[in-house]
């Protein structure tokens, strides 16, 4: 499962929350260089960005061990997303509705894979909550797409995110048998 979204949307802190081992991550402290590039104006505590992927795992069963790989939000590191989707069953695209427009471009990239995804609209703390129909008219997408509230801290949340995800994998491969 890849977990993508825009630049300090989450990404990390979702992994972190739902791991059994201890994530994988590429964080690199934030430079002067990047106060030209980076938008932190709504992230006035971020340090640290991740800077090539974020890596964790869950067990389902004996058989079954979903392996969850988050890619950088910034511009200039999408050119790894590519490797970091290769062979996913499905993807979760983390909303910040502060900075909407962060997800246009992670959308267009799923949207062109034509791959399972959901849109998990992560909870800021004091941050404007929308009802989702609202987020699903300011990102343009079809009722097709499942869009879930989420707590990224929250284990449980990020559990009924992951859940939502399956089940839209589930649907897609069975559709894809029967057609």
Sequence with gaps: MVVSGGFGVGKTTFIGAISEIEPLVTEAAMTDLSSN????????????TTVALDFGRITLDKTMVLYLF????????????????????????????RRIEDCYPVLDYFEDRAEPFVVAVNEFDGAENFDLEEVREALGVSESVTLVNCDARSRESVKTVLVALLDQVLTSRLANTQA
Excluded: C
């Design 70 to 97: 988050g890619t950088p939000g910034q511009d200039r590191f999408t050119f790894l997303w590519d490797d970091l989707s290769e062979g996913s069953l499905g993807a979760v695209i983390l909303a910040d509705t």
């Design 37 to 48: 590039v980076d938008d932190t104006r709504l992230l006035t505590e971020k340090s640290s």
